[in-house]
Each structure stands twice: as C-alpha cells, then as structure tokens.
C-alpha cells in the first residue's frame, strides 16, 4: 500500500507548515503518510516554532525551508495551507492536488513582546495547530477487538475546508 502524500503550505515556510509538518511526523499516523512542507518565500525557521516545538520532544531545528514551487510538478493527496495570503497561489501552483484543506493559523507576532510574551504564542499557535491535526488525521488506538488494530488513515472531512465558519 502507498503512502498518502501530504503538503503544508504556509508564507515562509518558517512557522506553521514546520510546527504541522513535525507534529503530524511525530504522531503514529504518519506511518500511512509521506509529510513534507513548503512556503511561498521561504526563510530559515523561526527559533520561538524551534524552541516550543521541543517542549514536546518535536526536533524542527534541522528544517530546511522549501518552496511551494519546487513541487509544482507533483502530485499530493493533500494539500494544506495554514494561511490566507497563500490558498490561491497553492491552488494554481498545484493543479494536481486531490484534496484542498485551509484553515487560516496567525502566526505569531515579535514585535515590542517579552521573550515569555513571544514564546507563549508560538505555544498556543503549535497547540492550535496540534488539536486540528488530530481532528484531520485521528490515530485509532490499536486495543484488541477495536478496528483489528488497524489504524484508520485520511481526514474525516470533505474534500474542501475552510477550517473557521
């Protein structure tokens, strides 16, 4: 059986689409995916995503930041883009994508905050982000007698979400 290929989009590739990219690569379900993740003007991780992200034990710190249109070619069974500015420019870039996911992530702001402030964000943010990965792509536990064990792969929402109402 083939993985299912998943792509996090988000502007920099810097915060949100690393934080995804880590979590869900850390969580037993990743067993059934091929993650990777990508921005639209890539920079180097931002050390906050860095710092929170092994709080949970989560090493992004190794991230190499990669653009969305190094991928346009290729296909994925889902992407998923964790800001507004860059749903359409995914969409048109990646044409042969099976499903579009969005949920708008604000990423966190630097400017005039403390370094508990600036930290407390990017754990709120990677927490926020943690809840809703695990509503995309719950893991079953494996108890005898419950699914045979198996783990139950894919998003239990339609092919296209906005996230937020």
Sequence with gaps: MKNETILF?????????????????????????TICSAGIAPVRVRP???????EMKIDISDHLPASL?????????YVITLCNNVRGTAEEV???GDRFI?????????????????????RKLRDEI????D???????????KNNGE???????????TGHA
């Design 102 to 122: 969005h949920r708008d992530f604000v990423s966190p702001s630097e400017i005039g905050k403390t370094h508990g402030e600036i930290l407390e964000e990017y």
């Design 135 to 145: 509503e995309l792509f719950p893991a079953v536990a494996s108890a005898p007698g």
């Design 130 to 133: 943690g809840v809703w990965l």
């Design 151 to 161: 783990i139950k792969a894919g998003p239990t929402i339609s092919p296209i979400s």
């Design 9 to 33: 989009i988000c502007s920099f590739n810097s915060v949100r689409s690393p934080m995804a990219e880590g979590i869900l690569r850390h969580r037993d379900v990743c067993r059934h995916y």
């Design 94 to 96: 990646l044409t042969g």
């Design 48 to 54: 906050g995503a860095v710092a929170v992200m092994q």
């Design 69 to 77: 249109y190094q991928y346009r070619n290729e296909h994925f069974d």
